[in-house]
């Protein structure tokens, strides 16, 4: 069964500071898509990244980077040079692939980042 | 912009009553998947369609259902509302199902007063 595990409920930084949102998952299926979404107070799901299991190379746009690693069954996420625009609730997801019909989103409880001026 | 149109954006309504969400999905998208954000279950799946059918299912009510009409727009219907169907309910689509959706609808929040 798919479960994602996002241990950090609460994180406060101070601005300029860099943060990791961590995400663990769990998934049987070889071919999985893993996920990342930003949720500011007014509510809306943005998209951040997706990522398939097949591609570990870790990504970086602007201030955010993603760290991949199948042997510890981890998603992170980085925001480097934290700013106040920044807060919002983080959620990380899983989606197993084609091999399983290619599920609905599994979610992790989300992560509530702080940024401080 | 997600492409993905949902309305209405703010719904309050009274316990017992029924409800109809909708959403249109981003153009070229066949299938359409429908979430509820609530406080104690947080982001989960309710269900799935894909040109018209009904394709996967998830911890859905019986007192919800949903339907996807040929135009591909999708309505998920709550009826006998309870306090605790309150939640922002949430479409995303795909090109088909088994191509994973990214961006969701800006969602619809919903008030059970």
């Known amino acids: 069964a798919q479960k994602v595990t996002q241990a950090q409920t609460e994180i406060s930084v101070v601005e300029k500071e860099d943060v990791t949102l961590d995400c663990v998952y769990e998934?049987?299926?070889?071919?999985?898509?893993l996920f990342w979404y930003k949720q500011p107070p007014s509510g809306e799901l943005v998209f951040l990244i997706r990522?398939?299991?097949?591609?570990?190379q870790n990504e970086i746009s602007g201030r955010y980077s993603w760290n991949f690693q199948k042997s510890t069954s981890s998603f992170n996420f980085t925001i480097t040079a934290s700013q106040v625009v920044d807060s919002a609730v983080y959620f990380c997801?899983?989606?197993?692939?084609?091999?399983?019909?290619?599920?609905?989103?599994?979610f992790g409880k989300g992560t509530r980042l702080s940024v401080i001026a | 912009d997600s492409g993905v149109t949902q309305t209405p954006k703010h719904l309050i309504t009274a316990t017992g009553q029924r409800v109809t969400l909708r959403c249109s999905p981003r153009?070229?998208?066949?299938?359409v998947y429908w979430y509820q954000q609530s406080l104690d279950q947080g982001l989960q799946f309710l269900i799935q369609?894909?040109?018209?059918?009904?394709?996967a299912k998830g911890n859905i009510l019986e007192r919800f259902s949903a339907q996807q009409f040929p135009d591909l727009h999708s309505e998920l219907n709550l009826s006998s509302l309870e306090l605790g169907d309150s939640a922002l309910y949430f479409c995303?689509?795909?090109?088909?199902?088994?191509?994973?959706?990214?961006?969701f609808g800006q969602g619809t929040r919903l008030t059970v007063v």
């Open positions: 995303a689509s795909s090109p088909r199902p088994r191509t994973p959706h990214g961006s």
């Open positions: 998934t049987r299926d070889t071919t999985y898509y």
């Open positions: 990522r398939n299991s097949f591609d570990e």
């Open positions: 997801a899983l989606s197993e692939g084609p091999g399983s019909g290619n599920t609905p989103l599994v």
């Open positions: 153009s070229g998208d066949l299938s």
């Open positions: 369609y894909y040109n018209g059918e009904e394709r």
